[in-house]
């Protein structure tokens, strides 16, 4: 029965006696091979303290509820095998650069507000056909990348152009970067064969706190748990611009 | 609480686009410029010398083109910096553009004045 030890930031900003940053270490003890750092955090639930705060969801990296600061990188907590990180010692942070709710939980509002923004669904201007819409392989295969990320906000918070706009420099929300997350859904759907909602969506997305407020800095690529390449999608929405403007190209 | 997102900001794709093809420019005309400045027939660097070179209209033109490039990408880039910080409102950003738009035509007339013998 193997041991584990876990090093947890924690915080509760709401408590007046002891609102400040400090870090905890608990012995977590497994049964057999495996433990994820989500079920570490459980255990430290139920055994140590149950008003450990953190995110979870789908247990199974679909629903991006977990992603934490894990070891020094952007982890989903419930996809991260302890085994895999070659270390006993676990330290689990919430991710930074977002504001704190408590703990491991962080504020997602100006996250999700900016991915509703570029208009993340698809949008028809055609007649419905009597049945689905026919896409080829070849142009299902654009999307691929895309359509995988599960909006765990890891690209978000790694992101320096999305830090540098914070709100200690005292401008207003509404004038930030949009971050990775929000771009590369916009991407998604920009690319896909059967969207026609380009003309709507491209002033979302073209603008200096869109796509231009990006410069390659590529810490989303590495931050990415699903592996996904948010630059990648962006610098197709800067090349997309120029095509759309200048040559009048549907996509 | 759902947080307001709505913005002034419009466009940007044209300062994207000269930004690169002031990149290109920049890497030709550099090229040529320091390979008939330093490189092939570098005589004295008296003024008659350097008057001579200059008296070939092509490498004036290179001249020039050169220095609206350089201020272009120069400024243009100090612009997106900037615009990260504290110029992050649309009316904060077009303030700045316009101040360095006139800084850069300033340059660019100080510039062509002094190549003026040459050109004329
Ligand atoms: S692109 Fe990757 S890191 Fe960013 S929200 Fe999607 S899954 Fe998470
Ligand atoms: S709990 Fe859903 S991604 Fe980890």
Known sequence: ??????????????????????????????????????????????????????????????????????????????????????????????????????????????????????????????????????????????IDMPVDCILCGSCYSSCPSVWSLGASLGSKSEEYYLGPAALLKAYRFEVDSRDEGGKERIARWNNERGIYRCHTIMNCVEACPKELNPTEGIQWLKRAAVRRKLFRKAK | MKAEVVSAHKGGMWAWLFQRITAVLLIVCLAIHLLFTHILNIGELDYENVANRLAHGTLTAVDIILLAAALYHALNGFRMVLMDYWFTSRTRALALTVVLWVVGVAFMAYGTWALWPWIS
């Open chain 1, 1 to 142: 029965m193997p041991d584990i030890k876990f090093r947890v930031k924690r915080q509760d900003p709401g408590d007046n006696n002891n609102p400040e940053a400090h870090w905890e270490e608990y012995t977590v003890h497994y049964e057999g091979e495996n433990l994820t750092v989500l079920e570490g955090l459980f255990y430290i639930q139920e055994k140590f303290d149950g008003s450990l705060s953190f995110r979870f969801c789908c247990r199974a990296s679909v629903c991006g509820s977990c992603a934490m600061y894990i070891n020094g990188a952007y982890r989903l907590a419930c996809q991260t095998n302890v085994k895999h990180l070659d270390t006993d010692l676990i330290t689990v942070a919430p991710m930074p650069h977002l504001p704190l709710v408590k703990d491991l939980v962080v504020n997602m509002d100006e996250f999700f507000a900016k991915y509703e923004y570029v208009m993340p669904w698809l949008v028809r201007h055609s007649p419905d056909p009597e049945k689905e819409i026919i896409q080829s392989p070849k142009e299902r295969k654009k």
